[in-house]
């Protein structure tokens, strides 16, 4: 999957409406281009609850393996890592 087919994805699921995200940051294989068996997202703003719900609905239901990184309790070191790399991905770009 390229950068490029996950944002067209995220955007035909309607994953940013269904969990009132503005942004997602993509960072990782994806990225970077390469190839890689998971997909890494950093997400700024979402509660437990919806961050068990989309890891699990894109996980059971569209078979990616994936991430979720919430910003606001990142590792600082995964944080720094993540951020010399990450591609924000959004509905309207």
Known sequence: ??????????IKEKIFDKYALEKIGVFGSLARGEDGNDI?????YL???KW???????ENNYHLHLDVVLE???NPIVLMRAKKEIVYVTKYS
């Open 1 to 10: 999957m390229t950068l490029e087919n996950f944002r067209n994805f995220l």
């Open 40 to 44: 890494d997202i950093l997400v700024e």
């Open 47 to 49: 509660n437990y609850k």
């Open 52 to 58: 068990i719900s989309i890891k699990n609905d894109l």
């Open 72 to 74: 606001k309790y990142a």
